[in-house]
C-alpha cells in the first residue's frame, strides 16, 4: 500500500460521500403560495388577447403565446372596432387595417403552435365588448397590450384598458410598453 493509493482511495470516498449526500438531501418544502400559483396558472384554458394598439398588442400576443406554452389553452384574438355614437353600428367589410392586425396576431400564435380563433367586433365602447366576450366565451385570462401615451384626461392605463380591469370576469394582464420601446415595434402604417 502507497501512500498515494491512501490518498486517492480517500478522496474516492469523501467524493462518493458528498455525492450521495447531496442526492438524498430532502429539499426544503415549497411556500404554499407558489403551488397555488402554479397549480392556478395551469388551469388557464382560454385566453383572450384583444386588439387595441396594433404594435403592444401584437407583443400581448407573443406574451400570451409564451405563457401558454406547455399548457395547450385555447387562444381568442378579438379586434374591437369602437364605432363613434353618431355612426351606424356597423363593422366595415374586409377593412385591410383590421385584417392585418388579426393576421399579423394570428401569425406570431402560430409560431407557438398555437391555432387561434379570431374575432372581430364592433361596438359603441370597446371595453364594454371586450368583458361582454370574455363572459361569453368563459375566458379564463386577457392579456392586453398597451403603449405609451400622456392623455390628462385618462389614467396611466387608458380609458380601454382601466375599465377592462375594472369589469372583467377573470384574470387581466397588462403588457405596457415602455415609451423608448414604441419606435421599436412595427405597425405596418
Known amino acids: 500500500m502507497s501512500a498515494v493509493g ?8 469523501i467524493g462518493l460521500a458528498g455525492t450521495l449526500g447531496w ?4 429539499p426544503p418544502p415549497a411556500p404554499r403560495g407558489a403551488t397555488s400559483t402554479v397549480r392556478s396558472v395551469q388551469a388557464i384554458r382560454k385566453v383572450m388577447v384583444p386588439i387595441i394598439d396594433l404594435g403592444a398588442s401584437v407583443r ?3 406574451l400570451a403565446a409564451r ?3 406547455g399548457h395547450k389553452a385555447q387562444m381568442i384574438i378579438v379586434y374591437v372596432h369602437e364605432i363613434p355614437l353618431q355612426s351606424p353600428l356597423v363593422v366595415p367589410d374586409r377593412d385591410p387595417r383590421i385584417q392585418g392586425a388579426l393576421d399579423a396576431a394570428a401569425f406570431l400564435a402560430m409560431q407557438h403552435a398555437i391555432e387561434p380563433q379570431t374575432r372581430v367586433a364592433a361596438a359603441r365602447q370597446a371595453a364594454h365588448r371586450i368583458v361582454e366576450i370574455a363572459r361569453e ?5 386577457i392579456v392586453m397590450g398597451i403603449s405609451y401615451h400622456y392623455r390628462p384626461n385618462e389614467g396611466p392605463l387608458g380609458r380601454i384598458a382601466d375599465q377592462v380591469m ?11 410598453v415602455p415609451r ?8 405596418g402604417t
Open 166 to 176: 375594472r369589469e372583467a370576469p377573470c384574470e387581466v394582464l397588462i403588457d405596457r
Open 23 to 26: 442526492m438524498l438531501r430532502v
Open 137 to 141: 366565451e368563459g375566458v379564463d385570462l
Open 60 to 62: 400581448a400576443v407573443e
Open 180 to 187: 423608448q420601446k414604441v419606435a421599436l415595434i412595427p405597425t
Open 67 to 69: 405563457l401558454n406554452q
Open 6 to 13: 491512501l490518498l486517492v482511495a480517500v478522496a474516492f470516498t
